[in-house]
C-alpha cells in the first residue's frame, strides 16, 4: 500500500510530505490499459492530487485536479480524499509519443498547453475553484506555478513516475514542500539548494524509502515528523450511485431504455474497473421510483 510522511521544520517555516504511490500508479496503470506516456502523465496527476487532498482538513472534504490540455492524452483527472486515497482517469489512455531527445517520457506532450483547475469541495454550496495556465505539461511544475500565483504559497513539487521494460510501474513517487507564513529566509535558502539535490523522485525510491526523500529535501534544517499515514487507489462509485445517476436522466429516457434499449444496460465507471448491469427489470423498478417522484 502507498503511504505519505508529514513532517514540518521545527522553527514553522515550511512543511514537506512525501508520497511512496508506486502501487497508486500500477493500479491506475491495470485499470486503464494506459501506455508508458499516459501512465506517466495519469500517474503524477494522481501524485499530486494524493500530496494535496492530504491537506484537506476534514473527512468530508475531496480534492479535484485537472489538466484539459491540447496534447496527445486529453483531458486528465484525479480526485482525492483528506487522506490522500486517490482516484483518476486520462481521456485518451492508449494514447503514446515518442521518448524526448533527453531519453525520459513525453508527459509534457502528453498534456499539452491548456489549464488547469484546482478544485476544493469542503462541502459548501460551491466548490473552491482555482485555475491557471498549464506552463509545461510536466505536472509538477504546474503544481508549484499554481499554489504560487494563485494561492500565493511558494511551492516545491517533485513527482515521478518510473516504467519498467514490461510497462509495469517500478517506481512512482513525489514530494510537496510548502513554506509557511514568516518562513525564516535561511531555511528558505536551504530548501532551494536542497531542491536541486533531488534530482529524481523515483531513482531515491527505487533504493531508499520516502525518508530518504525527506532527508534530502530538508538537509540541514531540523524538523519533526507529525504522522505517517497509509493511502491507496480508492474509487468512490456504488451501485447506489449509478442507480441515481439512471434515475436522473427522468422518465422519458427511462421508458425509451426500456422498450427499445438492449436485454442489459451496462454502466462501468470512468475511474475503476466496476460494471454496473441492469436488466429491463431493473429499469422499470428504477421508473417506478421516478414516477414516485413526480407525483
Request: aromatic content about 6%; overall charge negative; proline content about 1%.
Given at each position: 500500500m502507498a503511504s505519505i510522511i508529514r513532517a514540518i521544520t521545527k522553527d514553522g517555516s515550511a512543511r514537506a510530505i512525501v508520497l511512496d504511490g508506486r502501487d497508486i500508479v500500477e493500479r491506475a496503470r491495470q485499470i486503464h490499459n494506459t501506455t508508458p506516456t499516459t501512465t506517466a502523465a495519469l500517474g503524477r496527476t494522481l501524485l499530486a492530487t494524493s500530496l494535496a487532498g492530504s491537506l484537506l482538513g476534514e473527512k468530508e472534504d475531496v480534492m479535484t485536479i485537472r489538466f484539459k490540455g491540447d496534447g496527445v492524452g486529453g483531458t486528465v483527472v484525479a480526485t482525492s480524499d483528506w487522506c490522500g486515497n486517490v482516484r483518476g482517469f486520462i481521456q485518451t489512455p492508449a494514447a503514446d509519443l515518442p521518448l524526448r531527445a533527453d531519453g525520459k517520457l513525453d508527459v509534457g506532450g502528453c498534456i499539452g498547453k491548456g489549464e488547469l483547475y484546482i478544485l476544493r469541495d469542503a462541502g459548501g454550496s460551491e466548490p473552491y475553484v482555482g485555475i491557471s495556465k498549464i506552463q509545461t505539461g510536466e505536472v509538477g511544475d504546474d503544481i508549484a506555478y499554481y499554489y504560487a500565483t494563485s494561492e500565493q504559497v511558494p511551492t516545491i513539487c517533485a513527482l515521478g513516475v518510473l516504467?519498467?521494460?514490461?510497462?509495469?510501474?517500478?517506481?512512482?513517487?513525489?514530494?510537496?514542500?510548502?513554506?509557511?507564513?514568516?518562513?525564516?529566509?535561511?531555511?528558505?535558502?536551504?530548501?532551494?539548494?536542497?531542491?536541486?539535490?533531488?534530482?529524481?523522485?523515483?531513482?531515491?525510491?527505487?533504493?531508499?524509502?520516502?525518508?530518504?526523500?525527506?532527508?534530502?529535501?530538508?538537509?540541514?534544517?531540523?524538523?519533526?515528523?507529525?504522522?505517517?499515514?497509509?493511502?491507496?487507489?480508492?474509487?468512490a462509485c456504488s451501485r447506489e450511485k449509478t442507480d441515481n445517476a439512471l434515475i436522473s436522466i427522468g422518465e422519458k429516457e427511462l421508458i425509451d431504455m426500456i422498450e427499445n434499449g438492449e436485454d442489459e444496460t451496462v454502466m462501468t465507471c470512468s475511474f475503476c474497473d466496476a460494471v454496473y448491469k441492469y436488466s429491463k427489470s431493473d429499469l422499470k423498478h428504477l421508473l417506478s421510483i421516478v414516477k414516485k417522484n413526480n407525483q
Open positions: 516504467v519498467d521494460r514490461d510497462y509495469t510501474v517500478k517506481a512512482a513517487g513525489g514530494a510537496l514542500v510548502q513554506l509557511l507564513p514568516f518562513a525564516d529566509e535561511e531555511i528558505v535558502d536551504k530548501l532551494e539548494v536542497n531542491a536541486q539535490k533531488l534530482r529524481s523522485v523515483t531513482e531515491v525510491l527505487t533504493n531508499g524509502t520516502s525518508k530518504d526523500v525527506l532527508d534530502i529535501l530538508l538537509d540541514g534544517i531540523e524538523y519533526d515528523i507529525f504522522d505517517e499515514i497509509e493511502c491507496e487507489y480508492k474509487c
